[in-house]
């Protein structure tokens, strides 16, 4: 029998660390290792090749899994695809509307803004994320030309 005292002190050290599993740590690995944002199928498709293959559904669960231990970001795009990347990362992107096409934003603008005055002591900030959405130059002049 566990006693109620270690079941707590195992509660406290699985919040210090976050336990993930080997696959999650692949996932995670893959990410970092990639220079641009990674959807789950592209990750699937990555793995696939190797000997790490997991299947799809797979993926998507341990994804999931990173995003709420706050080890990785996810980014919805308007046609419904997801992309992931760790949230170290600090990209931000204009994204278009119209035809979906995104362009990565140089810098971050917000990163100067100073966050302490306004958070409370209680919450530890670990990222942000900011979306830019509009229509790309190509959609613009196509929808004032029409
Ligand atoms: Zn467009
Ligand atoms: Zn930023």
Redo the contacts with the bound molecule.
């Keep these: 029998m566990v006693s109620k005292r270690d079941q707590v002190k195992i509660l406290l050290m699985s919040k210090r660390k976050p336990e993930i599993t080997k696959r999650q740590q692949q996932l995670l690995n893959e990410l970092k290792n990639c220079t641009d944002e990674l959807s789950g199928q592209e990750l699937h498709r990555q793995l696939h090749n190797g000997e790490k293959a997991m299947g799809l559904t797979t993926v998507y669960r341990n994804l999931q899994v990173l995003v709420k231990q706050g080890l990785i970001r996810s980014r919805h795009l308007p046609n419904g695809e997801v992309l992931y990347a760790p949230v170290e990362r ?3 992107h204009l994204t278009c509307v119209s035809c979906g096409e995104t362009t990565r934003l140089k810098g ?4 100067t803004m100073d966050l302490s005055k306004n958070t409370s002591k209680n919450f530890e900030l670990l990222f ?3 979306e830019y959405f509009g229509l790309c130059q190509t959609c613009s002049q196509q929808l004032n030309a029409g």
């Design positions: 600090d990209i931000h971050c603008p917000v990163k942000h994320t900011l």
